[in-house]
C-alpha cells in the first residue's frame, strides 16, 4: 500500500515532531517525498538552487531562535554537493538542521547511474557532510528509518 512506502512514513514522523516547512527544490530522487507531501500540513518551499534552500533552513531555524531545525530536501549528485556551504554555514554556527536527501533506488548502487557521485565506496554521497556536521546517516533499509531520525 502506498502510505507504508517510507516516504510517508518519514512525513508522518516529521508533522509528528512539528516540522512546519521544508526547504527544497524538485528532482527525480525525491518525487516519492514530495508526493507524500501533497496531502501534508508540512509546506514545502521551493527553489531554485539547493544552496539557497541550505541558506533558507538556516535561516528559518535562526528566526525561530533556534528552536526548531531547519528542514533541507535535496537529492544526490550535483544537489547534495550545491547545499554543502549552506549545512556547513549552519552547522557550523550550531544551527539546527535536518538533511534529507534523495537517492537512487538502491539496486543502481555502484553502477554510476545518473549523478552519482562515488567517493570510493559505494552509495556514500552523504559522506560529504561528515566533515563538519554532527551526525550523517544513510538509511538502506525501511525499518531503520524511526531510529535514526530520532537520533537526528
Known amino acids: 500500500m502506498k ?21 527544497g527544490l524538485c528532482g527525480h530522487t525525491v518525487i516519492g517525498f514530495l508526493d507524500a507531501l501533497k496531502d501534508s500540513s508540512i509546506r514545502f518551499i521551493s527553489v531554485r538552487h539547493e544552496q539557497i534552500a541550505a541558506h533558507a533552513a538556516d535561516g528559518y531555524s535562526r528566526g525561530r531562535g533556534c528552536q526548531v531545525p531547519g528542514v533541507l530536501m535535496t537529492h544526490l549528485g550535483p544537489g547534495i554537493a550545491n547545499a554543502t556551504t549552506g549545512v556547513a554555514e549552519a552547522s557550523l ?54 531510529e535514526i531520525m530520532d537520533k537526528a
Open 3 to 23: 502510505k507504508d512506502l517510507v516516504a510517508f512514513q518519514l512525513v508522518k514522523f516529521l508533522e509528528a515532531r512539528g516540522v512546519e516547512k521544508i526547504f
Open 93 to 146: 554556527n550550531s544551527i539546527p538542521m535536518v538533511v534529507i536527501a534523495g537517492d537512487v533506488p538502491s539496486c543502481y548502487f555502484g553502477r554510476h547511474p545518473h549523478q552519482e557521485v562515488n567517493l570510493h565506496a559505494d552509495a556514500s554521497q552523504y559522506e560529504i557532510y561528515r566533515p563538519f556536521v554532527k551526525r550523517a546517516w544513510r538509511v538502506d533499509r525501511a525499518e531503520l528509518l524511526p
